[in-house]
Nanobody, 115 residues
Framework: QVQLVESGGGWVQAGGSLKLSCTAP??????????VGWYRQPPGKGRDMVAI???????IYAEPVKGRFTIFRDNDKNTATLQMNRLKPEDTAVYYC???????WGQGTQVTVSA
């Protein structure tokens, strides 16, 4: 059974925006107990943290996305969102949602930014 699903990826020109959504229908009330992170894996590279929203709503961002990306969550809907603005070609990657305390990964969604 799929527990975590990402959506919202696609193609965009540099300077544009995308909004990624993470939905956890198979997690139930435990969603509110876990930090939620967005991670990304560029072609041929490893997977790195992009942003984390903790269960107390504190936010953590990787240096390359500070000031451009915003993460937020809705525990009533079991969702987490990554708003990505002023996108750059180096943001191109597969983006994954991760429930840290529950150790659950989504399947990933492709983001492609062209110059």
């Amino acid at each position: 059974q799929v527990q975590l699903v990402e959506s919202g990826g696609g193609w965009v020109q540099a300077g544009g925006s995308l909004k990624l959504s993470c939905t956890a229908p198979g997690v139930g009330s435990e969603f509110a107990t876990t930090d939620v992170g967005w991670y990304r894996q560029p072609p041929g590279k490893g997977r790195d943290m992009v942003a984390i929203i903790q269960r107390d709503n504190n936010e953590i961002y990787a240096e390359p996305v500070k000031g451009r990306f915003t993460i937020f969550r809705d525990n009533d809907k079991n969702t987490a969102t990554l708003q990505m603005n002023r996108l750059k070609p180096e943001d191109t990657a597969v983006y994954y949602c991760y429930l840290l305390h529950l150790r659950v990964w989504g399947q990933g969604t492709q983001v492609t930014v062209s110059a």
